[in-house]
């Protein structure tokens, strides 16, 4: 059992940045897939990135690409989201999940993802 704690989020200006951490407690998280999903009101969870058990791959929507980067410390336990170049539409709540350990390449749907976290807020103002 993985479990996963997110943290880092919070208000900022448009064209601003966070470091959203997502730390995994329960057992080691090198090998498990990670990934970034996040839910704006009246709409469904999307995608946003994932990177792989060693964090040798990673893949991102086409809406974050050039402005987002995911990355992990296994050492840590941890898997981190840079976003650079904040948008008002960035606005939502990002979660992280984890699927594994091993097998799973790299995850894009949110059912690939076994274990999740409880959410952090990220609000970009205008």
């Known amino acids: 059992q993985v479990q996963l704690v997110e943290s880092g989020g919070g208000l900022v200006q448009a064209g601003g940045s966070l470091r959203l951490s997502c730390a995994a407690a329960?057992?080691?998280?090198?090998?498990?897939?990670g990934g970034w999903f996040r839910q704006a009101p009246g709409k469904e969870r999307e995608f946003v990135a994932t990177?792989?058990?060693?964090?040798?791959?990673?893949y991102y929507a086409d809406s974050v690409k050039g402005r987002f980067t995911i990355s992990r410390d296994n050492a840590k336990n941890t898997v981190y989201l840079q976003m650079n170049s904040l948008k008002p539409d960035d606005t939502a709540v990002y979660y992280c999940?984890?699927?594994?350990?091993w097998g799973h390449g790299l995850g894009v749907r949110s059912d690939e993802y076994a274990y999740w976290g409880q959410g952090t807020q990220v609000t970009v103002s205008s």
């Open positions: 999940a984890a699927a594994g350990p």
């Open positions: 329960g057992r080691t998280f090198r090998g498990y897939t």
């Open positions: 990177i792989s058990g060693i964090g040798s791959s990673t």
